[in-house]
């Protein structure tokens, strides 16, 4: 059971696996469940929940979540040094509040990670000031005139490779996420970069903003990242400030920001923007593989999937956990939680309440609510949010049926799945 205590709180791969989210406890809370920076001897009066394991978190975060929902919603737990907040209302609250619950968390490993602060650990006219330079290129308009077709190309890239590697290839590592990887290349504009590559990059930076024991192998990494990064942009930005375009480094490079600042941003793209559409494409696979009925009802009309899409980030959240610091004193579900908390929001939790969808233990893409909070709320909802749906649910998840009518998951190897900050799958063998 939750016990009701007041809590003394203290300081305390093939890249295509997602190895860094994985590999070790540390890594697996990266970056969202890492950054600890709670006051020394602050006490709360919350319900402690020390039964909580991050272990088991990894194999299954879910009845953990379903527990915390039913017994507390706000609680104080030791293993991950942080209050969760694990209901819709709770969460929503926090996300919609960033007055209160500032991204601008004290200590973050995220900054060195990446070598600089990004606009995600920034607020109000500072996080806005940087988001407004790439948020055109990242709408839905734009992702119709420029991106889409490129989105497509690429898919067809991977879907080729797919087939070429025959029934039982992991679709993971074969088709979803370089797929990913290359997409992002091309949104970043980005040339002589290998897909493999920035998937690495991506894995060592969400290691290092994870790296909460101060392991100096995973700084090493990070600076190794960093350097090939530099050598990347050092090419890029020369020919993007004599010829503009389209891409993210691009418009943050024409926006006269310090360049420290353009590389710690382009650095957050690569550390967030491979494993979220890698994750809801092999989660979508796997539940149209469990649900035909779903499957049917989707390719009868194409434009369904944008439901599947939505539905697959609610029922199965790629990203788990956010990290936020309250500012102020403040009350979530009844419970008083002081200034200079750091909080943990736990939108996979909150996307599976019941007190706000039917039936939430089900995938049901055909259901009337369709808010969630896979992709966050207010100032800091992902601004890849467009571009994802649009590569992943109107692109390439319609065209892995198109190209191979009979796909699913192979029953003899159902694949492996790990993680909760960051969740998905790190293998996922099909069959057509």
């Known amino acids: 059971m939750i016990t009701m205590e007041t809590s003394a709180i203290t300081e305390s791969r093939c890249p295509f696996t997602d190895r860094a989210s994985h590999a070790e406890p540390e890594e697996a809370t990266a970056p969202a469940a890492a950054e600890s920076s709670v006051p020394v001897g602050a006490t709360l009066n919350l319900p402690v929940a020390d039964w909580v394991e991050v272990e088991q978190l990894r194999v299954d975060p879910y009845p953990t979540y379903a527990r915390l929902r039913d017994e507390s919603p706000v609680v104080w737990v030791p293993s991950i040094k942080k209050v969760l907040v694990a209901s819709f209302a709770g969460c929503l609250f926090g996300e919609q509040h960033p007055d209160i619950f500032s991204n601008d968390v004290s200590g973050a490993h995220m900054t060195r990670a990446f070598g600089g602060q990004p606009m995600i650990r920034k607020d109000g006219a500072a ?65 002589g970069v290998s897909p493999t590559d920035l998937a690495r990059w991506s894995a060592d ?135 200079g908390s750091q909080i943990g929001l736990l939108v996979a939790s909150a996307n599976r309440d019941a007190s706000n969808f039917e039936d939430p233990e089900h995938f049901n893409p055909r259901r009337s609510e369709r808010r969630h909070l896979g992709f966050g709320s207010g100032n800091h909802m992902c601004a890849g949010k467009w571009a994802a749906e649009t590569a992943i649910g109107n692109v390439a998840v319609p065209a892995l049926y198109e190209r191979f009518p009979q796909l699913s998951t192979d029953p003899a190897n159902p694949g492996i799945k790990d993680g909760w900050a960051f969740r998905g799958f790190k293998s996922l063998p099909v069959i057509w």
């Open 127 to 191: 996080h806005a000031a940087e988001r407004s330079v790439i948020n055109p290129t990242l709408r839905p308009k734009k992702i119709a005139q420029v991106w889409e077709q490129r989105f497509r190309s690429n898919t067809d890239t991977y879907l080729d490779a797919l087939e070429a590697a025959g029934p039982g290839a992991d679709l993971n590592e074969v088709f979803a996420a370089p797929l990913a990887a290359k997409n992002l290349i091309d949104l970043l504009g980005l040339t």
């Open 205 to 339: 930076f969400i290691a290092g903003a994870g790296n909460v024991l101060g392991n100096e192998d995973i700084w090493l990494r990070c600076r190794r990242s960093r350097a090939e990064v530099d050598v990347a942009l050092d090419e890029a930005l020369p020919r993007l400030r004599k010829h503009p375009d389209d891409s993210m480094t691009s418009l943050l490079l024409h926006a006269d920001m310090p360049l420290e600042s353009v590389r710690a941003n382009v650095i957050l793209a690569i550390s967030g923007g491979v494993s979220e559409p890698q994750h809801i494409t092999t989660s979508s696979v796997s539940l149209l593989t469990q649900h035909p009925e779903h499957l049917a009802w989707a390719r009868a009309d194409p434009k369904n999937f944008a439901h599947v899409f939505q539905e697959t980030v609610r029922f199965q959240s790629p990203i788990g956990m956010v990290t936020r610091e309250t500012k102020t004193s403040t009350e979530i579900d009844g419970f008083q939680i002081p200034a």
